[in-house]
């Protein structure tokens, strides 16, 4: 079956400017997950959805970065004011449930001019 | 709070040469531990996962021991080819709550013919 996907798969933006990653999980899957991997930093946790909620929020980095999922499924990613050091790879993961193995996209790749 | 280290690389062999990437880990309570794979251009994949204490897991030749007295989850395998060339990192999840991956910072393995 249809595994994660993520859109778009590279984008460029301006210093200052907002964009939106999107993540569309497994179907059937009521977790979902966004990881940012880069250089300096490696694989870190932003923010874990259960169903539609978000009850754990403790990596996004800063208030310019939030997140929401509408319908159980679809999630979107929203950094606004984009910095330089925001550049990175985000991925996404979904899984069945707590406790159930995480199965990743093939992540977004961003760069900040 | 929880962390992984794992072994830094890289980490050069030639084919047929039995590998070992050390994993170890600090956690509060019983995680589970797993090993990632991310393959050069490719998405991160599941290679293999432990849940408990002197569980072992094993995919494509490659296994891990939980050692929960060590702390533990190195990854080995007795033959490498050409196609193991990746990075690996090795990742716990917690009890409770989010079931957030924790990585550690990867090893990226080449392996020579």
């Known amino acids: 079956g249809a595994g994660v996907s993520q859109s778009p798969s590279n984008k460029v933006t301006e210093k200052g400017k907002d964009v939106e990653l999107r993540c569309d999980p497994i179907s059937g899957h009521t977790a979902l997950y966004w990881y940012r991997q880069s250089l300096g930093q490696g694989l870190e946790f932003l923010i874990y959805f259960q169903g539609n909620s978000a009850p754990d929020k403790s990596g996004l980095p800063s208030d310019r970065f939030s997140a929401e999922r509408t319908g159980g499924s679809v999630s979107t990613l929203t950094i606004q004011r984009t910095q330089q050091e925001d550049s990175a790879v985000y991925l996404c993961?979904?899984?069945?449930?707590?406790?159930?193995?995480?199965?990743f996209g093939p992540g977004t790749r961003l760069l900040v001019l | 709070g929880n962390s992984v280290t794992q072994m830094e690389g890289p980490v050069t062999l030639s084919e047929e040469a039995f590998l070992t990437i050390n994993c170890t880990y600090t956690a509060t309570g019983y995680p589970s531990l797993f090993w990632y794979v991310q393959y050069p251009g490719e998405g991160l994949q599941l290679l293999l996962k432990?849940?408990?204490?002197?569980d072992k897991g094993s995919n494509k030749g490659f296994e891990a021991t939980y050692r929960k007295e060590t702390t533990s989850f190195h990854l080995e395998k007795g033959s490498v080819q050409v196609s193991d060339s990746a990075v690996y990192f090795c990742a716990l999840s917690g009890q409770g709550g989010s079931e957030k991956l924790v990585f550690g910072k990867g090893t990226k393995l080449t392996v020579n013919p």
């Open positions: 432990a849940t408990k204490a002197d």
């Open positions: 993961a979904s899984s069945l449930g707590v406790q159930k193995t995480q199965y």
